[in-house]
């Protein structure tokens, strides 16, 4: 740990550019364990940018610098490692492979122009990696394959090329193919030797090679000229021609750009094999900031905007993609530029819109930018401008949160979010003592206001601080994060909030008379229940005659009937789906009050609770379940285990089905990990409140 805080020494200056054209925002995408990290730390080290390539399970990586990271041995959060090669900044973004931190790599999704997969070449294509592809290309990003980990024992890189063909689709084509230390080009027929290292001895491949090779080098330069705008250069190859290689790395880089063609480039972090075939495939064969098209933008207030381009000189849009809080400099937020330049000293305005119900209020506010940094893992470095398509931090916005638009005040912007995941596994924290709960506050604002996936919820009823998380590993590194920050928590058992009602009709006598010198209290009434159908709520009736209690105290009545079906009866839990009637009373003339009347409907309420029956009501929530055929016979028993009753079933894309149930909320409280064990991470779920039910005899009540 000593060695990774004092990273800041190895690192060199940053470099800012002036021109979109020069940079490429690359994030990685893979499985945890895929290789993804070691990757981007290889990649530092051979570009120059640190002296030496950290280590994973030592905890010593630019990227991982989390104290979580470190401890799990795996990525947490987003990190950015920028990467000067010929001429061009590459603006690598490292993603965590685990799904409960699926908010970050959607944050780095949206950070980037074109992503990079890391497959293991010992391991296979997962479920979530193909899930993830076919997010990417929905959204037409450009896609190319890294097959990581040739030195692993079982590796076997050209059966993982096979197996992403078939995953990812036919347009999956390798650019090289390993050979011994290398790889050979098929577009160059040449051999990247790495016996002694990076860089590679470039020469001729073996004699042999290059016709086993034939038949990959044609499938690969027909999928790559098939996307040129050449029409006749598909005839010219199959005549016989031999196309130069300029012209296809030209079409190369459409073919990329188009999302329709993705590269496969074999590598090994340890020995640099392929890492010099990485850069130069980044820089030459992925598109630039000019184009991608930036999210759509209106005015605050909803109105409309004019699109927005990579266009240093425009107007200023960018957006805030994650948020930390540093020990020593506070809140840092990474923005990414879409449109104009920021520089320090600049007014700008924030501008947080559409996240409400994950507890982010909107808000506007007008900040000064300080700083700016370029930022290399948890080190930054200070930078004069930023211009539209780079990456920077900004320290000390305030009111920053993930997900806001930064831009001009005199032209202030809000960006259509993304799409954030659902929260679906409650935590139930309690501080440790009474000091400890001003520490608690402030650092769940700040988290809170960091991440997206991570809801707080104050349940009134229950007096529960809940945190909404994404799985048991994010709940991990919230609650340690919390601690970090000086706060001793303690998680106590999620309480579900019950209702109970009547089921059948009851009558209450309540009389509240005192005296005790002076003005007296004196209030009787009688009421009949009646229970109301399931969401009938609450009705209050007056049938009084004779004026036997006074028209100014049948409200009074009412209010104190109303306040006891809140504090609830028997078990403590509120009443609701009941009608009740005032039916007759008594008054007195200089005793009577409000006060007393609804102490009056109070105790005739708890009269009428003993003598009907009360019953308790459980909330049930609608639930889809999303996931792979080969899965839904076990989906479905456990479905039948947690008391739930499926509504029906539906096909989705991909081979998939979606099924529709109803199931009580006492028994979804860890869905969200369970549902993972038993699809392998495969499926997802949603859900949402339908209405409360009876509680069958036998159940267990939760507390």
């Not at 949206?110 to 293991?120: E, G, I, M, S, Y």
């Not at 409907?601 to 055929?629: N, Q």
Request: glycine content about 10%.
């Amino acid at each position: 740990m000593a060695d990774k805080q004092n990273r800041s020494a190895d690192t060199g200056a940053a470099v800012a550019v002036s021109d979109p054209a020069k940079v490429r925002n690359v994030v990685l995408v893979g499985p945890s364990g895929s290789g993804k990290t070691t990757l981007t730390e290889a990649l530092l080290a051979a570009s120059g940018t640190v002296p030496r390539a950290g280590s994973v399970v030592e905890g010593t990586t630019v990227c991982d610098h989390d104290p979580a990271a470190v401890r799990q041995q795996r990525s947490v959060g987003l990190s950015v490692a920028p990467i000067l090669h010929a001429g061009h900044k590459i603006n690598l973004i490292d993603t965590p492979g685990y799904a409960d931190f699926v908010g970050e790599l959607r944050a780095g999704l949206r950070a980037a122009d074109a992503a990079l997969f890391v497959v293991c070449a010992a391991e296979g294509v997962d479920a979530a990696t193909v899930a993830v592809w076919e997010e990417c290309a929905a959204v037409g990003m450009p896609r190319a394959v890294v097959v990581s980990r040739l030195d692993h024992h079982r590796a076997d890189p050209l059966g993982e090329i096979s197996a992403c063909r078939a995953a990812f689709g036919d347009g999956v084509l390798p650019l090289y193919l390993p050979a011994g230390d290398g790889l050979v080009g098929l577009i160059t027929q040449r051999r990247y030797d790495y016996a002694d290292g990076y860089p590679p001895r470039v020469g001729e491949p073996d004699p042999g090679a290059i016709d086993g090779l034939a038949e990959a080098r044609n499938e690969l330069i027909e999928g790559i000229i098939a996307e040129s705008e050449d029409e006749t250069l598909m005839d010219r190859y199959l005549a016989g021609e031999e196309i130069a290689e300029e012209v296809l790395i030209a079409d190369l880089e459409t073919a990329v750009a188009r999302g329709s063609f993705h590269p496969v480039i074999p590598v090994s972090a340890t020995s640099g094999i392929g890492l010099a075939e990485v850069l130069d495939g980044i820089v030459r064969a992925f598109p630039s900031p000019l184009e991608h098209l930036p999210p759509g933008v209106t005015t605050p207030d909803g109105g409309p905007h004019e699109a927005l381009r990579a266009d240093p000189d425009g107007p200023l849009a960018a957006e805030v993609v994650r948020t930390a809080v540093d020990s020593y400099v506070g809140r840092v937020s990474l923005v990414r530029m879409f449109s104009g330049t920021l520089r320090p000293e600049n007014a700008v305005h924030v501008s947080g819109h559409g996240l409400a119900e994950r507890g982010h209020e909107d808000h506007d506010a007008d900040e000064r930018v300080a700083h700016l940094y370029s930022p290399l893992g948890p080190n930054l470095r200070e930078v004069p401008y930023c211009v539209a398509g780079d990456l920077c931090a900004l320290t000390k916005v305030g009111t920053a949160e993930t997900g806001d638009t930064v831009s001009s005040p005199e032209d202030p912007l809000v960006m259509k979010p993304w799409r954030m995941p659902e929260p679906l596994l409650p935590v139930a924290v309690v501080a440790k003592t009474r000091s400890d709960e001003d520490t608690l506050a402030r650092n769940l604002s700040r988290l809170v206001a960091g991440d997206p996936t991570l809801r707080l919820e104050r349940n009134a009823e229950t007096g529960q601080l809940v945190l909404w998380c994404m799985g048991e590993a994010h709940a991990d590194v919230v609650l340690s994060r919390l601690r970090a920050g000086g706060a001793e928590v303690e998680t106590e058992p999620v309480r579900i909030s019950l209702r109970a009602t009547f089921t059948k009709a009851a009558s209450g006598h309540g009389r509240h008379v005192k005296q005790s010198g002076g003005h007296g209290q004196f209030a009787v009434c009688d009421i009949e229940v009646q229970p109301l159908p399931r969401g009938g709520g609450f009705e209050f009736v007056d049938k009084v005659v004779g004026g036997s209690v006074p028209h100014q105290f049948i409200p009074s009545v009412e209010k104190g009937v109303r306040a006891q079906l809140a504090r609830g009866l028997q078990d403590g839990h509120p009443v609701v789906d009941v009608r009740v009637t005032l039916v007759d009373g008594k008054a007195h003339s200089v005793d009577s009050s409000d006060a007393a009347f609804q102490t009056a409907g109070a105790l005739a309420l708890r009269e009428a609770a003993a003598a009907g029956r009360i019953t308790l009501l459980e909330p049930l929530d609608e639930v889809e379940v999303t996931l792979p055929d080969d899965h839904l016979g076990t989906v479905l028993g456990d479905l039948s285990a947690r008391r739930g009753r499926v509504l029906g079933t539906e096909s989705a894309e991909g081979g998939r089905t979606r099924v529709h149930a109803e199931i009580p909320a006492a028994e979804l409280l860890r869905y969200a990990v369970d549902l993972r064990s038993l699809t392998s991470g495969t499926a997802t779920f949603s859900r949402r409140h339908a209405r409360f039910e009876p509680m069958p005899e036998g159940v267990a009540v939760p507390t």
